[in-house]
C-alpha cells in the first residue's frame, strides 16, 4: 500500500476562525499538492450525511452492488442533493472557508463546480472491465473539470475535495496521492498529458489493463510512470470527517476496496470565479429549481452571502443589481423570506414598504409556480408511452 499518510486537525471548531486551515495544511496543499484534514466540520454532521446516503444505494455483497463499477451516483447524490446534510457540507462556512484560503482569494470568489457522493463496493468481479474502478491508474482530474490545461503550480485554479464517512481500517480503498517533491520533480513537469485519456490516448481507468496497454503501445511513457509515479504514491489514512484536499493538477489514484465492503466518499470541487474554462460537472443548480421540493430555493434564500456567491449568485454591490433586479429576486424568494438586506445596503436605497409593482412581480411569480405544479401533477398522471 505504500507509506501513509495522515490527517492533520484542523484549527479548532470552537475558534470559529475565517481561515480554518493551519499554515503548515496550506504550504502542503500549495507546495506538495495535496493536505489530509481532520475536524474541519462537526463529526455529527458527518454522521448523519452517511445515514440519508447509505439508504440510497445497494447493499455491499448485493447483486446490484457486483454491477456498481464506476464513479459517481448516477445523479442520485449530486447537488442539490435530497439529503439534507450532504448539502450542508457542501456549502458549509469552513469548507468553504478553506477552499478560498488555499486558493488564496476572498470567499466571495470562491465558486462551486461540484458536488456528489457515492459509493464503492469491495466487488468479487470486476465486470467493468478496462473501465473498471476497482483498482485505478494513476491518474490526474483536470481532463474532465478543465477545457484547458492547468495554470503555472503557482497559479492554482481549482481544489478538490474528498470527504470521507468511513475508516480505512475497516473498508480498505485508500486513495493514493504522489506528492510534488519541487519545481524540478519530474513527475511535475508539464504538459501533463502522460496518463490515458489525455492528448489522444485512449481512456482505460483499471490499472492492470492501463499499465498494459501503455507498455504496449507507448513503451517510453509506461516506462516513465513506472518510475516516477507508482513507487512514489502514499495512501491517506482516513476516517469519518477526514477531508482530502488535493488539486486537479495531482497524479492519485483508488485502491481496491475490501471485499463485501462499502465506502461512501463526497466529492466537492472549486474554483476560482475568474477561471471560466473550469466546467461545472453537474447539470446546474438553476435547473434544479424546477424541482417541487424547492431545495434549490430553501438554499439560496436561507444561505449566507458567501455560500450564495460560491452557486454564482451575484454578490452584494455587483453591477447585476438595480432597483428592479432587487425587486425581482425579492419577489422570486419571498416564499422561502429572503433576507435581501445585505443587496439593498450595498445599493444603497432602501426598498420600498409597499410597491405596485413588487406586488405584480410576486403575483406573477406565485401563479407560474401553481401553473408549473399543474402541469407537473398533469404529466405524472397521464400515461406512459412505450
Known sequence: MGKWIHPEPALALSSNPPEPLTNAQVQSWRESGFALVEGLVPLELIDRARSEVIAHFPPPGSPESERVTDFGSSGLMEFPSPSDALNEITLHPRLLGAGAQLLGIRNEDLRLTQSEAWPKYGRKTQ??????????????????????????????????????????????????????????????????????????????????????????????????????????????????????????????RGTPIAEGSIRLAHNVSFRRSDCEWISTVHKGWAWSMYDSN?????????????????????????????????????????????????????????????????????????????????????????????
Open 294 to 386: 424547492h431545495v434549490m430555493e430553501r438554499l439560496i434564500a436561507r444561505g449566507t452571502v458567501q455560500q450564495r456567491c460560491a452557486l454564482g449568485f451575484p454578490e452584494p454591490g455587483h453591477p447585476y443589481w438595480t432597483r428592479a433586479t432587487l425587486d425581482a429576486v425579492r419577489a422570486r424568494f419571498d416564499f422561502e423570506e429572503m433576507d435581501m438586506r445585505p443587496y439593498e445596503a450595498a445599493f444603497g436605497s432602501p426598498a420600498p414598504t409597499s410597491s405596485a409593482a413588487l406586488d405584480q412581480l410576486r403575483n406573477e411569480n406565485q401563479r407560474l409556480r401553481r401553473e408549473n405544479e399543474r402541469l407537473s401533477r398533469q404529466l405524472e398522471s397521464s400515461p406512459k408511452n412505450g
Open 127 to 252: 465486470t467493468g472491465g478496462a473501465m473498471d474502478n476497482h483498482d485505478q491508474r494513476i491518474h490526474i482530474d483536470y481532463p474532465n473539470h478543465s477545457l484547458a490545461h492547468p495554470a503555472e503550480w503557482e497559479n492554482p485554479e481549482s481544489v478538490a475535495v474528498i470527504a470521507y464517512f468511513d475508516r480505512v481500517e475497516d473498508v480498505g480503498g485508500a486513495t493514493q496521492v504522489v506528492p510534488r517533491s519541487g519545481p524540478d520533480d519530474p513527475a511535475y513537469r508539464g504538459p501533463l498529458v502522460r496518463s490515458p485519456g489525455i492528448g489522444g490516448i485512449p481512456f482505460v481507468n483499471n490499472r492492470e489493463q492501463a499499465e498494459a496497454s501503455l507498455q504496449e503501445k507507448y513503451p517510453e511513457l509506461a516506462n516513465w510512470r513506472r518510475e516516477h509515479l507508482y513507487p512514489k504514491a502514499r495512501s491517506a489514512r482516513f476516517g469519518p470527517g477526514t477531508f482530502l484536499f488535493y488539486r486537479h493538477d495531482v497524479w492519485h
